[in-house]
């Protein structure tokens, strides 16, 4: 992705390994600032990934993999480590399926850097296919709308449901994009408007509560990611998005759902299964900390909610684009 960091612009991915540390970009900064910051043991990286340094489905199984790669350099316990980077944050598939394709690599002798910068090049090819396949939905004139970052934040670089978005923007094609801003964390706003920003894709913020509003008024198209995808295609993502997907099945909006094979969990069985993460109350009592509510007041935070396969028009994969009726495909 394109970041501007000391007045220079210079391509930069959310998460990566260098001079034995696991590097990455501190997404909680941003848009304010690019910090980079890094980590030489793994326990750091488990956090980063716990306080959401890092965030998003595939940049988490990335930092994943690379934080077992730490802990088979630094020679901890293996099983150790696997277990708490996996204690890490209960919903996003990525994480279990990146620690196990470590634990599988290591235990044949593979070099663990190596491992990792696979696992973390292979998450941006796929990245790249889903943007070939998605962007061929987005025609001209085309009035789309996202919820909270599925961008190259989220997937080490490209994105899921931004990545149709790159494509469709690289082959010259004219369309605008409704970014709502996603409470209580912002990701919307702070970080998708950010790197459409980068890209000079034409955008509007919107808030949460308005997108019946705009879905009434005329979308085209809405596209987001998932953070895990169960066998039957009922599928997690970030808190609000359920909502979107009814609305867009009240007025005929194609919705799609951008995410590689990594998220589609088929040992979940339903929607009903995933464990959907809670959050802290002050993430919704306190803005940048400053907190917005009376005192006394409790406050709920489930971070993502689950959305039923049958408002979903298609899965946008690396392998394609599959209906919910497909997805067994997925598996073979
Ligand atoms: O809590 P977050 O910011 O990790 O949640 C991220 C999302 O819900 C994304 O939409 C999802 O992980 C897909 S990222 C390609």
Known sequence: MKANINGRTE???AVWFEDGKVTMIDQRELPDKVTIVSFKDYRYVAEAIRN???????????????????AAINGDDIEQAAKDIKAARPTANDLFYAVDYMLDDLSKGKDPIGSADAYAQSMVDKCIKIGEYGGELIKDGYRLMTHCNAGALATVDVGTALAPMRKAHGDGKDF???????????????????????EGIDHAIIPDGSSGHFIRKGVDMIIVGADRIAANGDFANKIGTFEKAVLAKEFNVPFYVAAPISTFDFN??????????DRSEEEVTMVKGVRIAPIGCKALNPSFDMTPARYVTGFITEKGILKPSEISKVRE
């Open 11 to 13: 391509d930069i991915r």
């Open 52 to 70: 959401m340094t890092t965030r998003g489905a595939p940049s988490i199984g990335a930092t994943a993999a690379y934080g077992m790669c730490l």
């Open 268 to 277: 979940t069985k339903t929607g009903e299964d995933i464990v959907i993460e």
């Open 176 to 198: 605008f994009v409704y970014v709502s801003e996603t409470r209580p964390r912002l990701q919307g706003m702070q970080l998708t408007a950010w790197e459409l920003l980068q």
